[in-house]
């Protein structure tokens, strides 16, 4: 999208090999990292298939194989790929709830966004508004929903909103959050 933004899509699924602890492959991993650090577009949003938050300390061992927690040293060089890049969102499925989180709960991460999106047309997964607000998740929705992204470079700002089946606006966020 021009200097606007430039989408990376992930490959997490098909490439996944929890025996060896490897979520994406070394060619995967060297193609991304070079084209994010190259990239001059004002925001990257890099589309995964399920979250990249850490979530250990709300899900512990649960499910952890189709999670990136339960590969952590791909998780980690993954993360460190993004270091010295700006405006970095990851957008991300399969929790069936519309979420914004930090990526970390601390430290290098935490002013990198997770928004998870959904669900559609599928279940709802209550624990959003469980989990939210709070610091590290400040925006929960567990209600069907599609969310919209707007990128505005001028503001250095990403708007997250989620609307719900009836056009309804749930809940909306502009980031990065002001400190």
Known sequence: WADTLDIFVLDGRSERDPDRGVYLS??????????IQSSTAHFKLILNSVPFADFNELFGTVEIEDRWDGYPQSRAQLLASLEGVENVYFISGDFHMGLVCHVETEGFGWDIYDILVGPGGQFVNPAAALMSPNPQFPIGVSKRNFTRLVANPRSNQLTVEYIGEDGEMLASIVLPEEQ
């Open 26 to 35: 070394k060619d995967q991993v060297e193609w991304f990292s070079a084209a």
